[in-house]
């Protein structure tokens, strides 16, 4: 391998303005890494008909750009080493991407667990600050973007870092230290793409066809593409599903039905603002559903023109009413509300606006300055919009569906805006911390997973690796055995890795912190992803015990476990705790304990017992003592019994 830059070259490079995107994807940018020992995918666009050539590496292929401008040449498989020069060249342009290395590629995903940055995880100073500079891994953070429709290309070109003291503190903390623990076994470059948005859920980062093929999520692909072809359509048919979902919670209550305007309303304090902050008993800690309704009167002249319906920032997400009509719904805090209304839509007289404001974290209500509130016709008249009152949505019968394109809760919003404009980029393998946003919807997250894995090896190896992070310990500890959302969608984590020869289980149930969902401990989680990626490379290393059976015999249930590092540990006693037996439903359990002989742990029945199901840590905050010589975690699970 050449030698790779260091020193004053590295920092000078670094310092160095990014080379404008003009023929080649925004991946291919100075610094980068692509993926060695395979044929290389390189893309981008260029005038339509154009003759486009590739050089890298010694190595020159040509392509024609299609009528879209699109183009894209594989260049033959190249070792590790670098850097290389890619140049690409046409008739009328050319662009050179310097200091590329080839190495192995990763993409790191997921919601704020892999989103958390180095300078915030734990023992941050010392790695900032007395980590060693390390020019062959680098990471790209693709910043976010969502999008309706799949997007070509990044909204800002994305830049890639070498690890440094003056980069690696903003990189994901869990993709660095992956990556620093790989490459101790792996001796070759690493690049790391970085793709992740705190309090995303999974449908976010899909496209609309593996969700289509997972079933259930037509009706939402198809709104979402009729909002760009007709958003006052989609808006009617969004509030219809509001309606719907009110509706269904409230059989008796259609007099009374928010969005009409009837009912009881109480006068909101003027300004509105944060309804914590109101002096309401009932609002001072409330996430969920409060709906505004305010009135304008107007003339006839005034009611046939076309309008604006400005509302200003509302937390989290609203569905807006004009006279019982959807006429718009956005989520994002931080987004001013302005919603055309078509000539036509406003009626002479009392016209009722009624806004369903939905707030799932901290602060909720409709925020900003009171002046953007207002009805602003084409004429430019100006009609204020003061005398807000309000009801509150009781928490019974469930939180309200999310948009279509809602950023973080719809279908396809981030893979459009933030996977879709990677293109074919080539990967070695992914690692997928996410999951949290999802738990209450574990039977739902099952197929979603195996899909979202199938579709990220779409155009790369077939038996590219999906290293899955399964959710750590945060919440309640359990004092008593039961259900519990979250070890439930642990358990589909586990399933979908289980049925998946080339994914992997990170286990993190020892490691987190009841108290905070985002835990600080990150170096082992990058250390137990990079065993997992070992293991799929055919290396002798193990992941942490894994359940492969569970077998009756009398008054004793026999688990069998393979992934064991040495043997079976109890810590801290001669028995194992952690296990639990409950009935089908899985809501009536009983602890249970039991012995370790050899690679299995043999579980007693508790007399009068249910024995439909076995259960292992399962708990938001499970506790258990089951580990293997290596000090890897048990992982957590139920199986049906027999």
Known sequence: MRRLITGLLAATVLASPAVAQDLLNGLFSDHAVVQRDRPL?????????????????????????????????????????GPYDLKVSTPTASQTVQDVLSGD?????????????????????????SG??????????????????????????????????????????????????????????????????????????????ALKAVGGYDDAVETLALSIKDPAVASRRWGETIKGWWS?????????????????????????????????????????VVWFKAEVQLTAVQARQAASLNLGQIDDMDTTYLNGIGVGATSGAWLDRAYPLAAGSLKAGRNTIVVSAYDVYSNGGMYGEAGKRALVLADGTRLPLTAWTYRIEPRDGGDPPRAPWDTLAGVSTLYNGMLAPM??????????????????????YLPLLKAFMAERRSGQSPDMPALVVQLANYGAFATTPGGSATAALREAQRRAVAADPHAGLAVTTDIGDPTDIHPGNKQDVGKRLALAARRLAGE????????????????????????????????????????????????????????????SVVVSIPAGAPTARLRF?????PT???????????????????
């Not at 080539?426 to 574990?442: F, H, I």
């Not at 801290?572 to 039991?594: E, K, M, N």
């Not at 840590?617 to 905050?621: E, L, T, V």
């Not at 003592?625 to 049906?640: K, R, T, V």
Request: glycine share 12%.
């Open 41 to 81: 995918p390189v893309f981008g666009t260029a005038r339509p008909g154009e003759a486009v050539t590739v050089t890298f590496a010694g190595k020159t292929a040509t392509a024609t750009a299609g009528t879209d401008g699109a183009w894209r040449v594989d260049l033959p498989a190249t070792p590790a080493g």
């Open 540 to 599: 002798a290393v193990t992941t942490g015990p894994a359940p492969v059976s569970a077998k009756r015999t009398g008054d004793s249930i026999t688990v069998s476990f393979d992934q064991v590092g040495g043997d079976l540990v109890a810590r801290g006693s001669d028995r194992v705790i952690g296990f639990s037996l409950c009935d089908t439903a899985g809501w009536t359990c009983r602890w249970a304990d039991g012995r370790i002989e050899g690679k």
């Open 105 to 129: 590629v990763w993409l790191c995903s997921g919601q704020s667990n892999m989103e958390l940055t180095v300078d915030r995880a734990n023992d941050a100073w010392n790695q900032v600050n």
């Open 248 to 288: 269904a919670k409230n059989p008796t209550l259609a007099a009374v039905a928010p969005w009409t305007g009837t009912g009881n309303w109480t006068a909101a304090p003027e300004g509105l603002g944060v309804w914590e902050r109101w002096g309401v008993p009932a609002l001072t800690d409330f996430n969920g």
């Open 423 to 444: 293109g074919p980029f080539a990967y070695s393998g992914m690692a997928w911390y996410q999951g949290e946003t999802n738990v209450g919807r574990d039977k739902a």
């Open 624 to 642: 258990f003592n089951l580990f293997d010589s290596s000090g890897l975690p048990a992982q957590p699970f139920e199986l049906e019994l027999n």
């Open 132 to 209: 060693a500079p390390n020019d062959t891994i680098r990471m790209v953070t693709i910043e976010k973007a969502e999008g309706r429709a799949p997007r070509s290309t990044f909204g800002k070109p994305p830049v890639w870092k070498p690890t440094g003291r003056e980069t690696v503190g903003q990189f994901s903390a869990v993709c660095h230290y992956f990556a620093r623990e790989l490459q101790k076994t792996r001796k070759v470059p690493l690049g790391l793409v970085h793709a992740s948005w705190g309090g995303s859920g999974i449908e976010a980062w899909m496209s609309p066809a």
């Open 617 to 621: 840590a399962w708990a938001d905050s």
